[in-house]
T-cell receptor
């Protein structure tokens, strides 16, 4: 059974720092991995999608990598800003159209 | 604007009173899904469905879904119970099991069952 873990559960950093969020999964037979952002009381916003054949994807200050063989993905945020404060979720698509989510990393960027 | 909409956004009801949460997408997506989000448990898939096939997620008990029209995917709770108090999300995606399949989420429905 696929399990997805995100470490750390919470993170506080000063503005301007570069940071890395981690996502690990137990079964490497995935179709893709998607990173989302969730603001309090709001829905999920898709940030990056990495296909199973890809190693990384970039969007602005965000870079996501995927290492299927080791069951790991990282989300790198460059030059963090207070507006980046949110919960970040990763999800893998595997099995019979099943998305498995991690429990998220709650990020706070201090001004 | 491409979007997934849900209604209502907030709902308080009592045990046993049937309710329906509506979901609609305007992107002509094949797949639609329902999730619930609970503290400490994260997001868990309830049901997914394309126009022909229904996939049970991790927590399907107590829920029903239908897909009479491609754009709509209502979630039905025939006899709600307090353990179904949660934040519910609808999502849609263009295709099913493919590496480029990307999910788009609605704004969520906060349900409280007393």
């Amino acid at each position: 059974k696929q399990e997805v873990t995100q470490i750390p559960a919470a993170l506080s950093v000063p503005e301007g720092e570069n940071l890395v969020l981690n996502c690990s999964f137990t079964d490497s037979a995935i179709y893709n991995l998607q990173w989302f952002r969730q603001d309090p009381g709001k829905g999920l916003t898709s940030l990056l999608l990495i296909q199973s054949s890809q190693r990384e994807q970039t969007s602005g200050r965000l870079n996501a990598s995927l290492d299927k063989s080791s069951g790991r993905s990282t989300l790198y945020i460059a030059a963090s800003q207070p507006g980046d404060s949110a919960t970040y979720l990763c999800a893998v698509l595997s099995g019979t159209y099943k998305y498995i989510f991690g429990t998220g990393t709650r990020l706070k960027v201090l001004a | 604007e491409a979007q997934v909409t849900q209604n209502p956004r907030y709902l308080i009801t009592v045990t046993g009173k049937k309710l329906t949460v509506t979901c609609s997408q305007n992107m002509n997506h094949e797949y639609m899904s329902w999730y619930r989000q609970d503290p400490g448990l994260g997001l868990r898939q309830i049901y997914s469905m394309n126009v022909e096939v229904t996939d049970k997620g991790d927590v399907p008990e107590g829920y029903k879904v239908s897909r009479k029209e491609k754009r709509n995917f209502p979630l039905i709770l025939e006899s709600p119970s307090p353990n179904q108090t949660s934040l519910y999300f609808c999502a849609s995606s263009l295709s099913g099991l493919s590496s480029y399949n990307e999910q788009f989420f609605g704004p969520g429905t906060r349900l409280t069952v007393l």
